[in-house]
């Protein structure tokens, strides 16, 4: 059973510090990852889709990596800013219908 | 607004009433998905539609809980005989087609509170 943990759970770092968030999960055969950003009451927005076949994927200060043979991924956000404040979800497709996401880790960047 | 629209954003019911959730999945889209999400925790999956037919329901109560996505109109997500353990966000997605390497989009959600 495919289950997705992200730690940390919550993080407070000031602004412009460059940080890395994990996801890891136990089951390698999957199809794509996804990170996403969750807004307090709101939905949830794509960052960026990796690939199985791919290792990184990069958008503007973000890049993604995704490790399968240890079961990792890593979001970086490079120079944060008070706008990267939010909630950012892993999520994995292993090929059926379903998504399988975690937790979530809780960021808060300090002016 | 060509996003995935849910509605409505808040919805309070008292238990044992019936909760009625609407999905109007992105202009091209013909693939819906339901997520629940408690507080704290991710979001789980719910159920597969496309239109008219559901694809995978695995993830829903077996009791309760009914969806359809009718040919005209949007997706709705039924609850009837609520109780206190309903109580979560519940977010619909939507994808052009069933190739996984499709990102699904995401509406912003409806947060639904039971008294």
């Known amino acids: 059973k495919q289950e997705v943990t992200q730690i940390p759970a919550a993080l407070s770092v000031p602004e412009g510090e460059n940080l890395v968030l994990n996801c890891s999960f136990t089951?390698?055969?999957?199809?794509?990852l996804q990170w996403f950003r969750q807004d307090p009451g709101k939905g949830l927005t794509s960052l960026l889709l990796i690939q199985s076949s791919q290792r990184e994927q990069t958008s503007g200060r973000l890049n993604a990596s995704l490790d399968k043979s240890s079961g990792r991924s890593t979001l970086y956000i490079a120079a944060s800013q008070p706008g990267d404040s939010a909630t950012y979800l892993c999520a994995l497709n292993t090929g059926g219908f379903k998504t399988i996401f975690g937790a979530g880790t809780r960021l808060f960047v300090k002016a | 607004n060509a996003g995935v629209m849910q509605n409505p954003r808040h919805l309070v019911r008292r238990r044992g009433q019936e909760a009625r959730l609407r999905c109007s999945p992105m202009?091209?889209?013909?693939?819906v998905y339901w997520y629940r999400q408690l507080p704290e925790e991710g979001l789980k999956f719910m159920v597969y539609l496309q239109k008219e037919n559901i694809i995978d329901e695995s993830g829903m109560p077996k009791e309760r809980f009914s969806a359809e996505f009718p040919k005209e109109g949007p997706s709705i997500l039924r609850i009837q005989q609520v109780v206190r353990g309903d109580s979560a966000a519940y977010f619909c997605?939507?994808?052009?087609?069933?190739?996984?390497?499709?990102?699904?989009?995401f509406g912003d959600g409806t947060r639904l509170s039971i008294l």
């Open positions: 202009k091209g889209h013909s693939h």
């Open positions: 997605a939507s994808s052009m087609d069933r190739e996984t390497n499709q990102p699904q989009h």
């Open positions: 089951d390698s055969a999957i199809y794509n």
